[in-house]
């Protein structure tokens, strides 16, 4: 499983990713979970090259990218615990970053 994650992770449904160009069903289901958590945490923490963005647009790029970057039912297993989501954060975010939480 962590073989297929770590090899697997930056593969996208529509075939356009990396390293094999793999396409839907052929991209195994915990690579296409944690493909949604790393862009999650990504988009919407502070990074050396970006401040973060609020999880209301990171919901909305997840979302507009159903079937093209990500499976459908990873995103919606997220977005169906939207308000569970805007607790956890709640709890990590830095005040030293000040990000909303809400935009």
């Not at 999650?40 to 919901?59: L, Q, V, W």
């Not at 079937?67 to 709890?91: M, Q, T, Y």
């Amino acid at each position: 499983m962590l073989k297929n994650i770590t090899s697997y992770h930056h593969e996208r449904v529509n075939g356009k990713g990396y390293p094999h160009k793999l396409k839907g069903s052929q991209i195994p289901i915990e690579s296409k979970i944690v493909a949604v958590a790393d862009v999650f945490d990504a988009m919407s923490n502070p990074r050396p090259y970006h401040k973060g963005r609020s999880i209301e647009e990171t919901f909305e790029h997840l979302q507009s990218n159903i079937g093209i970057l990500f499976d459908s039912d990873c995103v919606n297993a997220l977005l169906e615990r939207k308000e569970e989501v805007f607790e956890i954060k709640k709890i990590f975010v830095s005040k030293e970053y000040n990000l909303p939480i809400h935009s």
